[in-house]
T-cell receptor
């Protein structure tokens, strides 16, 4: 059974700092990995999707990497802003035909002005 | 283009009552999913529909039924609600296939007393 772990559970940084969020998964037989953002009381917003054949994806100040063989992904956020404060969720896609997502419990990020 | 919509946004039920959560998407996606999110547990898949006319169980299907009414709509029914079903329910959709990301609705917050 696929298990996804995110470390740390919570992170507080001053504005402007670069930061890294970590995600690990137990079964390397994945199709892709997605990073989401969730604001309090809201739904999930997709940030980046990395296919299993890719090593990284970039969108603006965000960069996600994937090392499938070691079961790890990182989300790098450059020059953090207070508006980046949210919970960040990592999810891996596996399961032939169903493409089910297995989620980590998230990292709650607070960026202090 | 509304994306994924869910109704209702909030609901309070008494133990033993039934209700149906509605989900619709306007992106012409083949696959649709129902997840629940509980504190400390992360999001877990309840049921999914890989394509119109098919439904399958996810990780936590007990106590729920689903109907893929047409390509746009996927409903989740609680026949006899229990306090353990107090949760936030999210519907998601994606084009069929592992290369595509999932898009989430805003969620339904359900409390069973």
């Amino acid at each position: 059974k696929q298990e996804v772990t995110q470390i740390p559970a919570a992170l507080s940084v001053p504005e402007g700092e670069n930061l890294v969020l970590n995600c690990s998964f137990t079964d390397s037989a994945i199709y892709n990995l997605q990073w989401f953002r969730q604001d309090p009381g809201k739904g999930l917003t997709s940030l980046l999707l990395i296919q299993s054949s890719q090593r990284e994806q970039t969108s603006g100040r965000l960069n996600a990497s994937l090392d499938k063989s070691s079961g790890r992904s990182t989300l790098y956020i450059a020059a953090s802003q207070p508006g980046d404060s949210a919970t960040y969720l990592c999810a891996v896609c596996s399961g032939a035909g169903s493409y089910q997502l297995t989620f980590g419990k998230g990292t709650k990020l607070s960026v202090i002005p | 283009n509304a994306g994924v919509t869910q109704t209702p946004k909030f609901q309070v039920l008494k133990t033993g009552q039934s209700m149906t959560l509605q989900c619709a998407q306007d992106m012409n996606h083949n696959s649709m999913y129902w997840y629940r999110q509980d504190p400390g547990m992360g999001l877990r898949l309840i049921y999914y529909s890989a394509s119109e006319g098919t439904t399958d169980k996810g990780e936590v299907p007990n106590g729920y039924n689903v109907s893929r009414l047409n390509k746009r709509e996927f409903s989740l029914r609680l026949e006899s609600a229990a306090p353990s079903q107090t949760s936030v329910y999210f519907c998601a959709s994606s084009p069929q296939g592992a290369i595509y990301e999932q898009y989430f609705g805003p969620g339904t917050r359900l409390t069973v007393t």
